[in-house]
């Protein structure tokens, strides 16, 4: 209990049909809002390793959310749920960026042509699980939020693979 509130924490295993499956056994459990902190892989050029996105919307290049809704459907966060956190953010003076992911589990099979796609498109990262996240709880009538942190950049150049640098730490604590 935090402040007289059931909480739980749980660490999902990588990918949607991990996080899809982990997150029905604890909405049987009786969880209603789920808060998501995950990685991704920053679109952007002004992104950098540690920085911080509030998730808007998640673009479905997965195939577990498809079992849930038809491809045409969006996936957004809660927003009451995204208001707190960004409140949240703001009162603890934690600079963030707004906006979408692309969730796919094409991983190293992003092609230069997808990237440049969503990259002009102004999607923010790009990471395996938040869309899933999003359409189970839709789904099953629940809130979630996400919080992702940049832990890699992908850019015309080439890949930055940062997971063990301080800043990703840092962005994670924060």
Avoid at 69 to 83: H, T
Avoid at 135 to 160: F, I, N, P
Wanted: overall charge neutral; some cysteine; aromatic content about 10%.
């Amino acid at each position: 209990k935090f402040n007289n509130v059931e909480i739980g924490l749980g660490r999902f295993w990588i990918g949607a049909p991990a996080a899809a499956m982990t997150l029905e056994e604890v909405i049987a459990c009786g969880a209603r809002k789920i808060f998501e902190v995950g990685v991704s892989g920053g679109l952007q050029q002004f992104l950098k390793p540690g920085d911080i996105i509030v998730v808007t919307e998640a673009i479905r290049d997965e195939g577990t959310s498809h079992h849930y809704f038809p491809p045409k459907v969006r996936v957004e966060s809660s927003e009451d749920l995204r208001d707190k956190l960004l409140k949240q953010l703001d009162m603890e003076g934690i600079k963030y960026y707004c906006g979408v992911v692309w969730s796919t589990d094409g991983v190293y099979k992003e092609t230069r042509g997808k990237f440049l796609e969503f990259k002009r498109a102004g999607v923010l990262a790009v990471n395996m699980e938040t869309s899933a996240i999003f359409a189970v709880s839709k789904y099953r009538g629940v809130k979630a939020a996400s919080v992702q942190v940049v832990s890699d950049v992908l850019s015309e150049t080439g890949w930055l693979p940062a997971f063990q640098h301080e800043a990703g730490r840092e962005g994670v604590k924060k």
